[in-house]
Every structure is written in C-alpha cells, then in structure tokens.
C-alpha cells in the first residue's frame, strides 16, 4: 500500500501537477497565475467526480463475497490510464518565441519571476529549496488527508443521517470550492 499508493501514487501525481503547469505556463506567459489554476483545477476538482462514481462502481460490483473495491480500483485506473494517454498525446509546448496575440513580454523586470535560471544541483544546497519543499509537502499531506476522509468523518459526525451517496455529494461540493480556491487565488496574482 505504501509503495503503490505512497511512492508510485506520488510520482505519478508530481508528474501529473508539474507537466500541465509548466506548459500551460509556456502558452500563457501574460497570464502565469491563470494559467497554473487552470492545471491544478483539474486536480482539485477530481474528486467532485471520482467520489460520486467511486461509490457508484462499488455498488455495481458489490456482491455476496465482495463490496467491489478491487474490481473499482482497476476500472478506475484503466479510465485514469486512458484519460492520462490522451492529455499526453494532447499537449505540446508552444513553439520558440510564441506569445499571445497583441501581448509583449514587460520590459521592466517582474522581482516576483525570475529570468535565471538555477541548476538542481545549486539549488539543493540552499535552505530555501527545502523550506519550500516542507511547505509544500505539509500542505499537499494536510489536503489529501482531509479530502481522502471527508466521506468518512462526515458519515461519523452524523451517524444514521447521512448516507454513502450523501457523503459522496458532500466530497463533490468540497472539491468545487476546492477547484474554485485553486483557480481564483492564483488568477489574482496576475
């Protein structure tokens, strides 16, 4: 469980948060806040559909020597394969000197975007880097483990009073503030 859905799982989500960020960025350069919200959008607003369908799955392959959490992780994966393929083979990086029409890179330096670039290995020896690092980390473990619970603890706050399917509504409406957090606060540092 630690190795698939710790390590492998989290590979896969960096990849999947880093990719679209750093392209969509590249088409977006007037528009940099936007243009991340937009990917992690995506992320936020996962659950909106995978908790609702999650519990519907399991109810289809439920039966007498199964609740079908097996048989919904691999339909699961296999639509989240074939969905990951497609944005793959989707999205490209803008070419050489593209910008958006009508827009000019400022002249004036930006102190919040930086025009250098700093090699891994420089960066590693700095104590920002891992502050950054822990940041993010604290704050990525503390919202998976509020949305991969939420069903749970809503169910335990109001026994008898809210169903699973309830329950999955309520993670649905959490990810769409979820998604409209992540898309508002970083449009407003354009």
Do not use: C
């Amino acid at each position: 469980m630690y190795l698939g859905y710790g390590v492998i799982g989290g590979i896969g989500l960096g990849l999947g948060y880093v990719s679209p960020v750093s392209t969509l960025i590249r088409w977006f350069p007037d528009r940099r806040g936007m243009a991340t919200g937009m990917a992690i959008m995506g992320f936020g607003g996962g659950a909106m559909i995978a908790a609702p369908a999650s519990v519907a799955l399991m109810n289809h392959f439920k039966s007498a020597t199964s609740i079908g959490v097996a048989e919904t992780f691999v339909v699961l994966g296999v639509v989240y394969f074939i969905s990951m393929t497609v944005g793959a083979l989707a999205i490209r990086i803008p070419p050489a000197n593209w910008a958006p029409a009508g827009w000019t890179p400022p002249v004036k330096a930006n102190k919040m975007i930086t025009r250098n670039h700093e090699h891994i290995d420089q960066a590693l020896r700095t104590p920002q880097f891992y502050l950054l690092w822990l940041v993010l980390f604290l704050n990525v473990t503390a919202g998976i483990g509020v949305l991969g619970q939420a069903s749970l603890m809503i169910q335990e706050s109001f026994k008898a009073s809210i169903t699973a399917g309830a329950a999955a509504g309520f993670v649905g409406l959490l990810s769409l503030f979820n998604m409209g957090g992540r898309f508002a606060w970083p449009s407003t540092s354009d």
